[in-house]
């Protein structure tokens, strides 16, 4: 892996712990002098064992602190290189808009980086045999459940969602070990969301978690796990940045799914479509 070395490690920020943090902190702040600095060199000025400074290297996605500084090397000597650009009151409207454009790019590069293909397989296995599937997810995140919904019941899945939280923990109640939860969750710490998934759990069913953050109590307490990464701005939070990763997540998954339940998926399109076009005459 090379390449957006810097973008990954403030993506990843938010999830590390201190000792990590202490790392990519210094690595930020000194990319040029990482260049031409040993892991014992990088372990001294931090006072952190030189296995620390490789597990953190292994941790943000490189073999190790070598193939860290290759990709980091790369991206600082590049003279065009992607810099992590805030939005500023004197930016004009086209400038605001390519910020943001930029911005997005980099969360959808950072978060196909870090997706898993063997829990991506995992989650489609579930979602392609579950006899029901029900997503959840409150404030911002009921938005992507919604936007989940309205893609899987054109694939011929039975889906169904709800944006009333109080209707989401009667319908998890009722779910089967027969069935699938999806719980998205920017921060894996919903109480709502949580209590949903509790229930979820409880009833047997199987469960999929979209949040940005892998020791949360989502990603603690369900079946497979997917993840997110984004970048706060002054104007943007993390959790805003983030929606467009979950999108592209619930994207994957439904083509995927489409593609194994062809037959259906086509056969649910034109009942779609022929309701749809009697509303029109």
Not at 161 to 173: N, R, T
Not at 226 to 240: F, G, K, P, V, W
Request: aromatic share 6%; with cysteine; net charge neutral.
């Amino acid at each position: 892996m090379t390449g957006n070395c810097l973008g990954k490690i403030r993506s990843y920020y938010p999830r590390l712990s201190e000792k990590e943090k202490k790392i990519a902190g210094y690595i930020l702040e000194n990319p040029e002098k990482i260049i031409h600095s040993t892991i014992n060199t990088v372990a001294e000025d931090l006072s952190v064992a030189e296995a620390t400074v490789f597990r953190f290297c292994k941790r943000i996605g490189f073999k190790g602190y070598q193939a860290m500084k290759i990709a980091l090397a790369s991206e600082v000597m590049n003279p065009i290189q992607q810099i992590h650009e805030e939005i500023s009151e004197q930016d004009n409207e086209k400038t605001v808009a390519e910020k943001i454009f930029k911005s997005n790019i980099r969360t959808l590069e950072n978060t196909l980086q870090i997706l898993d293909s063997n829990s991506l397989k995992k989650a489609i296995e579930l979602i392609l045999h579950a006899n029901r599937i029900e997503f959840y997810g409150t404030g911002g995140s009921a938005v992507i459940a919604m936007d989940a919904y309205h893609k899987f019941l054109r694939a011929g899945i039975k889906a169904f969602v709800f944006s009333d939280s109080h209707f989401q923990l009667m319908s998890a109640s009722q779910l089967t070990e027969n069935d699938v939860a999806v719980v998205i969750s920017h921060s894996g710490t919903n109480k709502d969301t949580l209590r949903i998934l509790q229930t979820a759990n409880e009833n047997g069913a199987k469960t999929i978690g979209i949040t940005s953050f892998p020791k949360s109590p989502i990603s603690q307490n369900v079946d497979v796990a997917l993840y997110t990464t984004s970048e706060e701005t002054e104007y943007r939070s993390e959790a805003l940045a983030s929606r467009i990763g979950q999108l592209c997540l619930i994207d994957a998954l439904y083509i995927n799914i489409a593609i194994l339940n062809k037959e259906n998926a086509k056969k649910s399109l034109e009942r779609i479509r022929n309701a749809i076009s009697e509303t029109r005459i």
